[in-house]
């Protein structure tokens, strides 16, 4: 998700965040970034906390792979 609807979105993983609750961030111009959301997917499906059609999990799918895009054109 871009920063600004992230953070528009009242129902945004940010924004339902507990006031002290840790938060990992991860940019898009992070090389790395790709292979750790697909260690999160993949993760979460082997703890059986999501499936593969979960808004969750095909949100962080379209994101790695417009992430993954956007390296490889630079």
Same mark, same amino acid.
């Given at each position: 998700?871009?920063?600004s609807k992230e953070?528009?979105?009242p129902n945004s993983c940010l924004n339902k965040a507990g006031e002290d609750e840790m938060l990992f961030v991860l940019l898009?111009?992070?090389?790395a970034a790709p292979a750790a959301v697909h260690?999160?997917?993949l *993760?979460?499906?082997r703890l059986g906390l999501n499936t593969?059609?979960?808004p969750k999990i095909v949100e962080a799918m379209n994101w790695m792979e *417009?992430?993954?895009r956007t390296h490889s054109q630079t």
């Amino acid at each position: 998700m871009r920063k600004s609807k992230e953070l528009a979105d009242p129902n945004s993983c940010l924004n339902k965040a507990g006031e002290d609750e840790m938060l990992f961030v991860l940019l898009g111009r992070d090389k790395a970034a790709p292979a750790a959301v697909h260690a999160w997917v993949l *993760e979460r499906l082997r703890l059986g906390l999501n499936t593969l059609d979960d808004p969750k999990i095909v949100e962080a799918m379209n994101w790695m792979e *417009e992430v993954a895009r956007t390296h490889s054109q630079t």
